[in-house]
Every structure is written in C-alpha cells, then in structure tokens.
C-alpha cells in the first residue's frame, strides 16, 4: 500500500464529508465554501489539509501564521483560554475577506522573532474551496463560518513523536509544546468541546 492509499483511508471520513457537502443541493449554489481542520498538535492537520487541497483545488490558511506578538500577550490577553492566538487579526484579514469572496492579503506570524513578518505579505487568490487548518481554527470568536468542521485526534505518546519527527532535537522547542502549547491547547478543547461540537473526527491511531 503506497502513501496515497494510507491517507486516503486515514482522511475517508474527511473526503466523504466533502464530497457530500459538495453534492449537498442547499450548497450548490454557494460561492464560497469554508472547512475547518482543528485539533491536536502532531495530528496530522498540516497533512489533511495539504492533501484536500490537492484534490479539491482549495486554499489553505493556517493559524500557525496567527499567533500573537510577544507585544500583544499581556497577562489579561494570555489568561484566556485560547487567548494565544490573535483571533481578532485572523477574522479582519481571513474570514471577512473570504465571506465576500475577496482575495485575503495577510502578513505571517514567525514563532521565532514572535514578529509578523511584514516584509512577508501573502497574497491568496479567491477560490471557491477553503480551509482553515490549525488548533483555534473553531475559536468560539468566529461565531458559526464553517460550512463543515474537522476535527483531528492523537494519543499523547504518538503526539510527542510526531512532534519530535517534525521539529527534530530541539529540547526548548520540545519543552514550550509539552509545558505550555499543549497544555494550552487542551484547556481549549474541554472548555469549548471542540471534539464533541465537529462534524468530523480523524484519529491518528486508526
């Protein structure tokens, strides 16, 4: 079984939903289509959203480019659950513009400097297909955008050697996603029931 078969049956329940929201007569008619891809860190979200773009022809925008400033996370801002990420930019310079079936123009977190990389401006023409793929991509600020929401599951061992795979050996990266982004994230999935409220559930175990 070669890689395109084992994603195809790991991402099935993804693809089915897609394709019969596609079919869906009430979303014919609909110029611009809107899927997120929330979960946990190391499962497989980057892949999935990757590979249905591939096949649907759609954009992808990651909330990885979303994050707040090391300017912006105040105590009050970082006390939040799910106050990381700087929901109010991602919804000005992604959602609006997708809602109106405008081009989105937007300028890349770096996790590094904790800096928008202005000198990095994207620009991302409208396509009718897009995703948003990232953990707070369902942020409870967003209200109701989605027409479908993925939702994608990991155990804690598999989680930590995906990560290790992905950032190599890197003992302070390694240290902030087991003692803070992890922990973080898992405060925001139980408080809004991220799992539970998806239309569709990807364990990366099966």
Known sequence: MNTID????????????????LNDEEYMDEE???????????????????????????????????FLQESQRTPERMSEIGGNVDYERFREEVLIPLWYG??????PFNCKTMKIEKEKEQVIKHKRINIVEGSYSLHPYFGEPYQLKIFCDID??????????????????MSKFRDLWIPRENEYFEKNKTSENSDVYIDWNN
């Open 32 to 66: 611009v289509i809107l899927i997120a891809i929330d979960g946990r860190s190391g499962s497989g979200k980057t892949r999935l959203s990757a590979f249905l773009a591939g096949k649907y022809d759609a954009n992808v925008f990651h909330m990885d480019d979303f």
């Open 6 to 21: 084992i994603k195809e049956r790991r991402f099935a329940p993804a693809i089915e939903a897609i394709d019969d929201l």
């Open 156 to 173: 804690p061992e598999s989680q930590m050697t995906n990560i290790t795979t992905r950032i190599g050996d890197d003992p302070e990266m």
């Open 102 to 107: 405008d081009d989105v123009v937007y300028r």
